[in-house]
């Protein structure tokens, strides 16, 4: 894509009547990242947990959100994943929908499992080349070559109050569930008697997209449930393109209610139409000289918070994945997988358990619960080996009926997302609450290039007395031939470093204008750094050796060799 230089300002926020869905103020996250690109915890919660309850809201640590985009037929698909914290009694979940849901139904757990393994952004090295008279004892490599990259809860009260329609009513999973239409005034009144807490200020944010016609759908725990019985919530919405266009918007304004600092927001978007791009937000592209390299990108989180930073009001994306999603095929479901007449016929308890193991269905945290739910004797022994409750007649029909409904269907729904869709992107940002002030929309360009999660880089070792690797410096060499040197100690000039900008540059992919362009002023820097810090000991008395061990390879042996250089003082 060519880019101009910027005409205009800043385009305008995302309309409340397009707006698909809300999250509310509860911990929408998927599961942990691996070490390739940091950890993050969600912070812990207070005892209220939704948007609206009778205490102070939970604060929401996280969000992440599948959506799938049939644009010809208008119809969206967003699966949420709710994490949360907190009393059961005070699980209340509100989400402005922009039209009266077709479906809702519990999603798929495994889906946001699988798709945050496969598609986190990695930082290894796959290229390890020693300069100078080096050493390197077999003990080395051998150590190298073995690192592992490491009452009172149930659907509210029918409404009585005016100005208020109450849609549908049923139970989905762990939930009962409620969809209401009306006036911000009505939809006030019926939610202040329906046990949901309502302030000016939240009511402030709801009045824009209920004013527009937005629908509301709540969700609370039935009687009988507890938070570990939570589950993602899957909507489907369709409508007609002369009434209103569906589209991917996340309305962030709501959930500054109560949000974390930097809070992540991940989006995976499957659709036909090509690469999913920030329409009202900018895109960032972040500056990998400044990732912690040595560590594996540690830093990432950090450098992506201070690189959307840079952008106009701290809003902008950055692409994490973008292309085709095929390597997801049969990742989490497959046809004939799971064989139920089989189970079903299972009327022992310890031979339930012994086919679901087989099968591999029994240790999934969503199984479990079900398991400890539906047989006393599992409840009082979660730990015990099958093998114990041999001889003990169950009818296994309603826990499987739950299994199939609550487990395995939302697999194979997220699976014929996957499969179906020839464009699959991940984007990230990290907003503080003072940042959310505007809803991001999601269009697509299929002419854009695709964008690897995995990032990699040659690790340069220079040899000094003794011919220890590394003990003359280091350097990182990125695929565009860059280099950034390091000292014998593995750190760089963090004088220069730090003064780097995090982006390299700020564009708004979707009317193709490039707002900043941070090369020059890097690479300046970047010239500054290695001048300062030198490029190691070139001794030239032996040739350059090199290696494609991979991964973690040359890491490892800078912690050998540093470890070596201490006990030899």
Same mark, same amino acid.
Request: glycine share 8%; net charge negative; charged share 20%.
């Given at each position: ?75 969206? +698909? ?106 911000? !005034? ?58 209103? +266009? ?157 299994? !199939? ?165």
């Amino acid at each position: 894509m060519a880019f101009r230089a910027p005409a205009h300002a800043w385009p305008e926020a995302c309309n409340p009547t397009r707006t698909m869905f809300r999250t509310s103020a509860l911990a929408l996250t998927s599961s942990a990242l691996v070490l390739g690109a940091g950890l993050h915890v969600p912070g812990s919660a207070e005892a209220c947990g939704g948007f609206f309850c009778d205490t102070v809201p939970v604060v929401q640590a996280e969000e992440a959100i599948i959506f799938d985009v049939d644009l010809p037929n208008n119809t969206v +698909t967003a699966i949420i994943n709710i994490v949360y914290q907190g009393s059961a009694d005070e699980f209340v979940w509100v989400l402005p929908l922009q039209t009266a849901p077709e479906t809702i139904s519990t999603g798929s757990q495994q889906a946001f499992t699988t798709l945050q393994q496969t598609t986190t952004p990695r930082f290894q090295f796959t290229e390890v080349e020693d300069v100078g008279a080096c050493s390197e004892p077999d003990e080395f490599l051998a150590f190298a070559s073995n690192s592992d990259t490491a009452g009172g809860r149930g659907a509210p009260e029918s409404a009585e109050d005016p100005g208020v329609q109450v849609i549908s009513r049923k139970e989905v999973g762990p939930y009962a569930t409620v969809v209401l239409e009306g006036t911000p !005034e009505g939809v006030r009144t019926w939610l202040v008697n329906n046990g949901f807490l309502v302030t000016d200020a939240m009511m402030q944010l709801v009045t824009p997209y209920l004013a527009k016609g937005d629908t509301l759908l709540a969700l609370k725990l039935l009687s009988d449930r507890d938070v570990g019985e939570i589950r993602p919530i899957e909507v489907t919405m369709s409508a007609n393109a002369s009434e209103k +266009t569906l589209e991917a918007c996340v309305p962030i304004r709501l959930t500054a209610i109560a949000a974390n600092t930097d809070m992540p927001i991940t989006t995976y978007v499957f659709t036909d139409a090509g690469r999913a791009i920030p329409q009202n937000f900018f895109h960032a592209v972040p500056n990998l000289l400044k990732i912690d390299w040595l560590n594996r990108g540690s830093n990432y989180r950090q450098l992506i918070a201070d690189a959307v930073d840079e952008a106009d009001g701290g809003h902008a994306f950055v692409t994490e994945y973008a292309g085709s999603p095929s390597f997801l095929a049969g990742t989490i479901y497959t046809e004939g997988q799971f064989d139920f007449a089989r189970l079903r016929a299972q009327t022992d308890l310890g031979r339930l358990l012994d086919e679901l193991a087989r099968q591999g269905l029994r240790f999934r945290s969503e199984v479990q619960t079900i398991l400890q739910n539906r047989f006393e004797a599992v409840a009082d022994c979660p730990n015990c080996n099958s093998t114990q409750f041999l001889g003990k007649t169950i009818d296994p029909n309603p826990a499987l009926d739950e299994i !199939e409904a609550d487990v395995v269907e939302p697999d194979r729904r997220a699976q014929a997302i996957f499969d179906r869709r020839a464009h699959f992107t991940r984007l990230l940002t990290m907003l503080d609450p003072e940042e959310m002030t505007v809803d991001p929309v999601f269009t697509y360009d299929a002419t854009l290039p695709e964008v690897s999660n995995q990032h990699d880089a040659k690790l340069i070792r220079y040899c000094g007395m003794g011919g220890t690797p590394g003990s003359a410096g280091l350097a990182v060499e990125l695929k565009d031939g860059r280099r950034v040197y390091f000292d014998g100690s593995g750190q760089p000039n963090r004088e220069f470093i730090d003064a780097m900008p995090n982006a390299l540059r700020i564009e708004q992919l979707a009317e193709g204008i490039l707002v900043k362009d941070n090369s020059g002023a890097i690479g300046d820097l970047l010239d500054g750094h290695n001048d300062r810090n030198g490029a190691g000991c070139d001794c030239g008395s032996a040739p350059a050796k090199r290696s494609t061990a991979g991964g973690l390879f040359g890491v490892a042996l800078l912690g050998l060799v540093l470890l070596l250089r201490r006990r030899t003082r």
